[in-house]
């Protein structure tokens, strides 16, 4: 999960990915890499899963091997049981843009890995509802988008952010504590796209002021959340969660900020499996190859 | 946490323990450490915490001294603010009822810690709705008394409990996975002096087989919370957590069983700080001197 | 990683484990499986490694079918690159022998496991060169073995062992907190046969009284490594490693405590991981298919 | 710990800190409190800890009140057991110098958290023998001095740095992954005073490249300590530490990535805890108050 595994997976003219999930039945791997291996390919890594419950077969394969793909993909889906997504895993970097409000902590993780080739994708510029974070984003020499929401409804607000995105062209979008929710609309034309980050409690609290609540329970540990973005609040696929412990002595502003520490990492955590190619969607829930 | 830390804070003719609460005012130490050092007592070991938010004071004082403290809980109970809560800690071993269903890993752990001296308690007997666990218990020399629930109503069947429980009088009930829930009434005989354990979640899940739940959910991270009981389910104040990290391979069971790992731990964890008396409440929280 | 993960691969008449290490060579997996394929196996679970390093490939793959299997080793071992290891999983549960000194932390917990059928294994016999925790292993009705050590040197002493061992030849050894040094000749009966726990530390300490070292060292975490005994002390191929906070109130003493309590939850799940077949070696590495 | 509680510990017209180590007697607390009351302050929080071992009473309070404490310093180290250290803490933010060499990730996090008000401390200027960290220090404004080690003996390179930390008389120096040895006549001109990290594992490793060794043991946990530097490498008083689990899928590169992440957190909670006065200093140990 750093910047060799990356350079060894994404990099240009080394090695590529192959990415499957389909139906299982007997013999799919043996069928998967007989087609790699006729085509000259070398696998390096490779991971399968199968999902009893669902019946479903998950692999993804890094490979090495001189020779052309042309039709890899064709031939694959052909031959593979019903329904089957497959993809070959591109070479260049991930292009993302980054939605944030007023926190800064999630947006600086994330900058200072990017100005240091480590995010393993390429920021293109950051989209806010608020100027806060505008100081910050200049010192990285990157664009800063102002769409403020006030005095708008949701719907001219989402047009004016789409205006901006459909600029950049994104191939994900990373909400750093995008504080506004996004209409089910919006999320659709990002399907598994977007990628979230919330604080997580034991027990989960609902409604406004979650710190606030958590400290009112006196709960004795602090969790972040990492997912998929999908039209349930909050509720989609989770990718990656961390906690860290803490005690009668934080006020609810102290457990806010013990929150804001893990949070960031979770976050390019989840970013980094994801750029990788290990995430895969299974209904509700996620595989993870890490 | 363990036997040396206990001998020394319970042992009969050496540490004694003074415990306070009450609202805060300036001078409250000076004026507590006075009263003790006038009966030549030498403080150990001294724990304080103000709660800003209710404005309540919290010391835990641990001290040695051949003196006499006849009529220190009462000078101080008359020279603080009130209400206040004073005691000193006793100096023998507390007594427990256990109380199981039909899982063996939070009592085995209990159990064994107790055969090799390290929980701090005498564990008198063992109550169960099940004979499941008869065989374990006596594997350590202990009564075991089967109640069963089938049949009758909850009245009758807490009736049942309590009469064995008269028969023990027990300083503490632990619940080692009793899995009936307990009538208001019946807990309100136990004021604070009922711990529980139970599984948690990043997110929560509410209703039943929350294990199926988290499964489908497909959450990162497995915990357990040992809580005091209070007559509302599952919500009393909490008194120790932790989690571990489970994955996409994991099956409903398998999460259930990385649950019940974690769950013995933070079981003992949190009864060893309640026999030590490191744990106060503070309305729906706990203040814990770890 | 529990019972059910162990039905699952070990229960007799169900899945079976194919087990391949060699050097990596192009097309390794599909030649495997398509041999596994041709005796109409289903492949239910699959890992690979290759170490780059070592160009050596890893595979673990559970299978079931109801066909023989009569020759697919041989065909296998013939077929591979050389030098290959090549084993069927077995059907049954394995069997251990425990040894153990006075510590009765680590031997209860694999105890308890085992009389509540979680432990993945069959203890037939505990050997300890002290008397004291023969009461605990009678409470499980299990054989203990007295075999002391005081006033021998330490061929007669291992020869002694290696008797009581020869009864009941068992697959595996586990060193559950064994304070006696074992010779090289020893361990060579027991090629990567043999587990140890031991405590370690952030940074080590060599020498007598570890504990005593981390304590005047201030060290705020303590940890436990189970490994393979080699002939080199301590210094075998790791397979499971965690840790505990702790602060500079605990006494020495009190740091053991700590350790002991991660102690044996490592040394479970290290044991368990050997079990279910999920550990390979790699030189003096392990690959961990977890 | 986080900028409220520090806003809380060292803003100016605010609380104050008293700190007090000396030999323990009979009636400490009492009598510093004493000395608190009599000057009309209120205390806020209070920590104490007494070192059976050293026989050694700490003590820091946090208080409030109007009046002068003009005197309260002098009268205290007259009247406590002899040698005690008295010091009341300061109501400005600490002054540091970063020192660093090529690695980003510490001085990073370092500067985004100065950058927004989080540090607790006022970041002077970064001080380094290469200039690859220039270009991140300028993003956030800040004066970088490259002062190079290459063709000079180290008592020049050593003099050619205190000239640059003269011009700033620093309160504390942090090395953020400074990797030149310090002289002891260097380290004695900053006494307790200068903040190390360094990478730690589970055994430890002496000599070039330990991550590379860590490697080729196949360690399943990576590590950080930060620590005091004294005149002996890398064996000064521990401040924090952390880990976090890598596998055998981690190359040396990655493991020291996962060694990066965990380290740049951790200097940045021990650079906390020193700032708000928390950490004592107890022979080669630590006492800290969190």
Chains 1, 2, 3, 4 share one sequence.
Do not use: W
């Not at 039209?231 to 990656?240: K, N, Q, R, V, Y």
């Amino acid at each position: 999960l750093n910047e060799s595994k990356e350079a060894a997976t994404l990099g240009a003219g080394s090695n590529r990915l192959l990415l499957v999930d389909c139906p299982d039945r007997s013999g799919l791997i043996h069928q998967i890499t007989g087609l790699l291996a006729a085509r000259g390919a070398n696998i390096i890594n490779n991971a399968e899963f199968v999902d009893r419950e669902s019946g479903r077969f998950f692999m993804r394969t890094e490979f090495s091997g001189a020779e052309s793909f042309a039709g890899l993909v064709e031939e694959l889906r052909m031959g593979l049981p019903s329904p089957a997504n497959v993809r070959l895993g591109t070479a260049h970097s991930r292009r993302i843009v980054v939605l944030a409000t007023r926190e800064h902590h999630c947006l600086g993780e994330l900058l200072l890995r990017h100005a240091h080739d480590e995010l393993g994708a390429e920021i293109l510029a950051v989209v806010s509802n608020h100027t806060v974070l505008e100081a910050l984003t200049r010192r990285f020499d990157l664009p800063f988008h102002y769409v403020p929401h006030a005095g708008v409804d949701r719907e001219v607000h989402e047009a004016a952010i789409h205006q901006v995105l459909d600029k950049y062209n994104p191939d994900y979008l990373v909400l750093a504590k995008y504080m506004r929710l996004l209409s089910p609309a919006f999320v659709s034309r990002y399907p598994h796209r977007m990628i979230n980050i919330h604080h997580s409690f034991l027990p989960a609290f609902v409604g406004a002021n979650p710190y606030r609540q958590a400290f009112e329970r006196g709960v004795k540990i602090i969790g972040a959340t990492a997912h998929f973005v999908t039209e349930t609040l909050d509720a989609g696929p989770i990718i990656a969660q961390a906690v860290v412990p803490v005690d009668h002595s934080y006020r609810a502003e102290e457990m806010a900020q013990a929150g804001r520490d893990v949070e960031k990492i979770v976050l390019a955590q989840a970013l980094k499996l994801v750029l990788e190619e290990r995430v895969f969607l299974n209904g509700s829930r996620t595989i993870v190859f890490d």
